[in-house]
């Protein structure tokens, strides 16, 4: 796992190395340190709402894994007849199994939530750079062939 981590950083290290382009730029950023790319495009409002989401990814993450190593080691005693200090002895063994199923999908899931927040601060950086300069003026005018019509709303 340490290892994709590395290569995966290193190929955003390398691409941003060799980038030209300005918005490519702002989302390898943002996907090196979250939330990186929305400081360069003064977007510093949505700064901490990305480390709220990635924090409670995290949070749920540690939570669901510490539940579902308890029922399934309990339930991995009760199995093997270990004498041990039942923490829940009013669940039977199917219940133990079911719990410690419900707490390994939360855990997936919380994985799965966690990188969809990184991905979408990497997508809002890119797409954020592209509309910096966007026009969003009240009188807009579309200029071809020297006809020139405006538009106003």
């Known amino acids: 796992m340490k290892r994709i981590i590395i290569l995966l950083l290193l190929s955003v290290i390398t691409s941003y190395t060799y980038s030209q382009n300005k918005h490519t730029k702002t989302a390898t950023k943002s996907a090196i340190i979250p939330g990186l790319g929305q400081i360069e495009n003064k977007k510093y409002y949505k700064i901490p709402i990305i480390y709220a989401g990635i924090g409670a990814g995290i949070f749920f993450f540690n939570k669901n894994n510490n539940m579902f190593k308890d029922y399934r080691d309990t339930y991995l005693n009760?199995?093997?007849g270990t004498v041990f200090n039942d923490p829940y002895p009013q669940y039977t063994d199917s219940q133990l199994l079911i719990l410690s199923d419900y707490y390994n999908r939360n855990r997936d899931i919380s994985v799965l939530g966690t990188f969809a927040v990184y991905l979408i601060n990497i997508i809002d950086a890119y797409i954020d750079s592209h509309l910096i300069k966007f026009d969003v003026s009240d009188n807009l005018e579309v200029k071809n062939n020297n006809i020139t019509i405006y538009f106003k709303f």
């Open 78 to 80: 009760r199995l093997n």
